[in-house]
């Protein structure tokens, strides 16, 4: 985590290259498949995608890349359907190095984090990653091009 003018353009790549090219290389390898097997493509996006932090720049905008490929997809792949979904804060090692190292983040945000994990509030990985696991088998082609949260309303009838 670093502010956009602190952070050097390998880091910028690096983040780039986990989160969104290696997503799109192997989206552009397995779109012959996809669109055979009218498949589904679910992207893991983030909250940061739509909401800036202080000194989360690389990250959420390499997860807004990844809502906007979603959306290009669904325009270009009209047999693939692809969602991007928010898994929430869920209780990772990234939290974990929120909590430890997100103090560049402003005050109020690094608080809110803290506090989530302080009083439970983090996602388990099991919640939002069954409703990922169940997108992917089951994904509505109404739902591609579409971003959501893990517990979206619309995203109902994935969660257990």
């Known amino acids: 985590m ?6 050097s353009l390998e880091e910028w790549k690096q983040l ?3 989160n969104f090219f ?13 669109r055979a097997a009218k498949g589904r493509v679910i992207f893991t996006s983030s909250g940061a995608a739509t909401k800036a932090y202080t000194s ?10 990844l809502n906007s490929l979603s959306q290009h997809i669904a ?9 991007a979904v928010s898994p929430g804060r869920v209780d990772t090692d990234m939290q974990k ?28 990985p099991e919640q939002s990653g069954g409703v990922i696991a169940r997108l992917s ?22 969660r257990q």
């Open 22 to 34: 290696s997503a799109l290389a192997l989206v552009k390898h397995t779109i012959p498949h996809l």
């Open 16 to 18: 780039y290259d986990a």
């Open 97 to 124: 190095e929120i909590r430890e190292k997100g103090t560049a983040m402003l005050k109020k945000d690094y608080e809110d984090f803290k506090a989530a994990f302080e009083e439970g509030k983090l996602v388990r």
């Open 2 to 7: 670093a502010r956009i003018a602190d952070a």
């Open 56 to 65: 989360w720049g690389a990250y959420g905008s390499s997860k807004a890349a």
């Open 137 to 158: 088998v089951d994904a509505k082609p109404g739902l591609s091009g579409k971003y959501f949260k893990w517990d979206a309303p619309e995203l109902a009838e994935y």
């Open 75 to 83: 325009v270009e792949e009209p047999d693939i359907t692809a969602v």
